[in-house]
């Protein structure tokens, strides 16, 4: 017995979980690299039953069996470490129908693996021996009873016999018929085990199963795995195509089990179809058991799954949509739990495909990611695709990385030093204010405290004037603004206005003098335009522009 792959960390081990009725204690453990296992203890008598259950589960290996990690003699008894698992009986309550029926299913498939392949007997087939891992599956464990066929002899039959009396087993587990079998017929003992089993486990169903299909199945059940003449049992694997084992999710399992054997119509209807056919599976069952087989490589390659279906994995449910967001199939809760994680791995695969449906879609589920996820997994990924010499790679790249922008910060995405490249020079463009309504007359006639901007056309010149005596700047003959001209007036500091982001120098005018204080501003230049012009002052009249260096086109409404 070995202690290979022991590397189970002893101040971890918790205190008994659960007591299989043969008395053998189930903890929970963690191992070195954080994963959890299961670990069962075994008093040292029974040496012989432990080294011959981790001998089968070393060399068996199939999906449905529980898979084996190490094996070591401690102190308190013989530990045998397998993956993380319950036993079905803490659980069963809280399954639903679809679950019951796809456990079953694998529990199946596990003894079909047993009898046809290694011409093997389990001799010890229910509840206590049916366990159910971190993804959902059903596992099939209690290998201390496993046989050859032909080596099912009396005595072997008889000790087994014995453990099962001595430890308890409820009574609807303990109808096992223990006598020898005929050479042929070695599945026998396990199909009639299974059938007490499985009759246990349909008073579990609801309505979700049809009761034509269910009534169907219980007939079957007698009348081949319960018939009293075991000549007239027929082999486990007859029951596979059963119609009580064909659903949308066992179908949905079985076609992505086998997706490089599908043409590629039949792939095309089955994705064009499949987020139909979802739509009445639990989200635990989705996130358990179909997760791990859509989110991968070779689904990724098929161009109606990225189109069609991908879109509504790949993206948690939203409490209100908007036209162009897509319904998600799970929560961000379960997302988060069960998807996440997958998606942190396939970063990890440089295939284009795959990677261009994981940025594809990086808006939708990169909020379920937590910073140090974005930053340290994602990020650095992300960031490989700019050297890519594929285009709409590092297209989609780009795009990437304004969705982490908005999560990490320009400083983690882009790095290094930033400057002020692009500077802000948009014009502030003035209210437009009506010189026909009574409290735009006061605004105008009064300078104190104001500024009156005139943009007007004069000799090809712009200018700026307030008289002493308040009137407007302007001959009635040619500069009077007619009914509907606009000329743009603002209160506040003079500092702050400039129509036309021109520098200029500008005075106040206060009770009809001038101000000596003379205020600067300086501001940015339309790349397009000529430099500001000079303003000096005119005597008696404030300030006005001299120079003509801007050239305005004839505008009727001045």
């Not at 790679?393 to 002020?420: F, H, I, N």
């Amino acid at each position: 017995m070995g202690s290979e792959n022991s590397a189970l960390k002893r101040d971890a081990v918790e205190e008994p979980s659960f007591t299989l009725p043969s008395g053998v204690n189930i903890y929970s453990a963690i191992l070195q690299h954080d994963k959890l296992a299961s670990v069962f203890v075994y008093n040292r008598e029974n040496e012989d039953n432990v080294n011959r259950a981790a001998k089968h589960l070393k060399t068996l290996r199939h999906p449905c069996l529980l898979r084996f990690l190490s094996c070591t003699v401690e102190v308190d008894g013989i530990h045998l470490v397998t993956e993380h698992v319950q036993p079905l009986e803490k659980v069963l309550e809280t399954l639903s129908s679809s679950e019951l029926c796809a456990g079953i299913y694998d529990v199946l498939q596990a003894l079909v693996f047993l009898h046809d392949r290694g011409n093997l007997t389990h001799n010890n087939i229910c509840l206590s021996s049916v366990f159910v891992s971190e993804d959902g599956h059903w596992k099939l464990g209690g290998m201390e009873t496993v046989c050859k066929q032909n080596e099912a002899t009396a005595e072997f039959l008889h000790s087994i016999q014995s453990i099962r009396e001595k430890t308890g087993i409820p009574p609807e587990e303990q109808s096992v018929d223990f006598q020898l079998l005929p050479e042929d017929h070695g599945h026998s003992r396990d199909a009639y085990s299974f059938g007490v089993m499985v009759e246990n486990l349909l008073t579990f169903l609801n309505e979700e199963v049809s009761e034509d299909v269910l009534s169907s199945f219980q007939h079957t059940l007698q009348s081949t795995l319960l018939n009293p003449d075991l000549t007239c049992r027929s082999p486990l694997s007859n029951l596979l195509c059963h119609q009580f084992f064909r659903n949308d999710f066992l179908e949905v399992v079985s076609f992505l089990n086998s997706l490089t054997l599908k043409s590629e119509e039949e792939k095309t209807e089955f994705f064009k179809f499949l987020l139909d056919r979802m739509a009445g599976l639990s989200e635990n069952l989705i996130a358990l058991r179909l997760v791990p087989l859509l989110l991968n490589q070779l689904v990724f390659a098929e161009p109606v799954a990225v189109k069609s279906f991908l879109p509504h994995l790949l993206g948690p449910k939203k409490d209100k949509l908007s036209d162009s967001q897509i319904s998600g199939l799970l929560s961000p809760a379960v997302f988060q739990a069960h998807v996440s994680p997958v998606l942190l791995k396939l970063f990890e695969v440089h295939e284009e495909h795959v990677r261009m449906v994981l940025l594809s879609h990086l808006d939708a589920y990169a909020e379920l990611f937590t910073q140090k996820e974005l930053k340290n997994i994602i990020l650095p990924q992300v960031l490989l695709g700019l050297r890519d010499t594929s285009d709409s790679l590092v297209a989609v790249t780009l795009q990437s990385l304004g969705v982490l922008v908005s999560y990490l910060g320009p400083d983690v995405v882009v790095g290094g030093d930033r400057t002020k490249i692009f500077k802000r020079s948009a014009p502030s463009f003035t209210k437009i204010m009506d010189l026909s309504s009574e409290d735009s007359s006061d605004d105008v006639m009064s300078c104190e405290g104001k500024l009156i901007y005139l943009p007007l056309q004069h000799n090809s010149s712009m200018f700026l004037k307030c008289h002493s005596s308040g009137s407007l700047p302007f001959s009635n003959k040619n500069n009077v603004p007619g009914e509907g001209s606009h000329i743009a007036l603002r209160k506040g500091k003079q500092d702050s206005l400039n129509l036309y982001n021109i520098p200029s120098r500008i005075s106040t005018i206060n009770n009809g003098k001038h101000c000596h204080h003379v205020t600067e501003k300086k501001t940015e230049e339309w790349p397009d335009w000529n430099e500001s012009t000079e303003i000096t002052e005119v005597d008696g009249a404030g300030w006005e522009e001299e120079e003509d260096d801007l050239n305005w086109e004839e505008d009727t409404n001045w």
